[in-house]
């Protein structure tokens, strides 16, 4: 009888053994088809960023001969080469040729945005020293700053400071910063400074009094195409990119961004980076 037994189970035991290993092997052909449509999905996604980025570079690329064209065009009507202008002449052509650079401005943000994606952004780190940096930037928006009542300072650091990085990119991050921070201060002083963190890495900052950006904001600051949703920034529109391709580009120069700010009292915009890069950085998305 308890041989019988026995045999019953191990019977009812070799049954419950195959029922599982015929579940499991559904379970694994399941997980196999649920792999299959993954690369798939991961396959298309590939293929759509790919084409978005190639559109944007041909897109921005195509743009860049008629802006050009324009912008030459209206400083050859301001120069008077071709004759006076009324003063009601001169007001508007000079709202084309602002118009015109706000537009090149953009497309120049859709065309390195495509490059960052595309992984087509290349290093070129060399030494340079901070006071040439700041001399260069000055220089830039001195035209800029003398149309407003606003002061722009720069606070030179106390000690001679050199750094082995990306000039230019490093130089587009600040512009990016100090160009927001003129736009959206009306009042006051936008103050660019720099200090070093630690022996090995140096942080910039541009501190401004404006508007200020409301907390629930600052999370996606730094994201693509992000707009504020307020009465200024819907006079003073954009791509919503210089932020995010100033986190980018930090990134490649392997450092990181940040901001501090409180509605109604200003801004602060830093990029911190290593004083001397790693040589190489991967360009950003890339392996």
Known sequence: ??????????????????ALRQELDETNRGVLALYAELDDKA???RDANELKSRFLSYMSHEFRT??????????????RL??????????????????????????????????????RITISPEWFEMVDLFSALRGMFKP???????????????????????DKKLSQ???????????????????????????????FAVTDTGIGIAAEHIPNLFSDFVQLDM???????????????????????????????????GSRFSVTLPVKIADPVPPVGMP
Not at 66 to 75: F, V, W, Y
Not at 111 to 117: G, T, W
């Open 144 to 166: 800029i700053v003398a149309s407003t009542s606003l002061s722009l300072v720069f606070d030179e650091p106390e000690d001679q400071i050199k750094l082995y990085t990306d």
């Open 231 to 265: 009465r200024l920034q819907k006079r003073l529109r954009g791509t919503g990119l210089g932020l995010s391709l100033a986190r980018k580009f930090a990134q490649l120069l392997g450092g990181t961004v940040a901001v501090e700010s409180e509605l109604g009292k």
């Open 66 to 79: 008629p802006l050009t064209s324009m912008t030459s065009i209206t400083g050859i009507l301001l120069s």
């Open 173 to 203: 991050i600040l512009r990016n910063f100090i160009s927001n921070a003129l736009k959206f201060t009306t009042v006051g002083e936008v103050r660019v400074s720099a200090r070093l963190t630690d022996p090995e890495h140096v942080e």
């Open 82 to 119: 071709d004759g006076p202008l009324t003063a009601e002449q001169t007001k508007q052509v000079e709202f084309i040729r602002n118009s015109t650079r706000e537009l090149t401005e953009m497309v120049n943000d859709l065309l390195d945005l495509a490059k960052v994606e595309a992984g």
């Open 1 to 18: 009888m308890n041989a019988q037994v026995t045999a019953d189970d191990l019977a009812a035991r070799d049954a419950d053994i195959e």
């Open 43 to 45: 396959a298309q996604l």
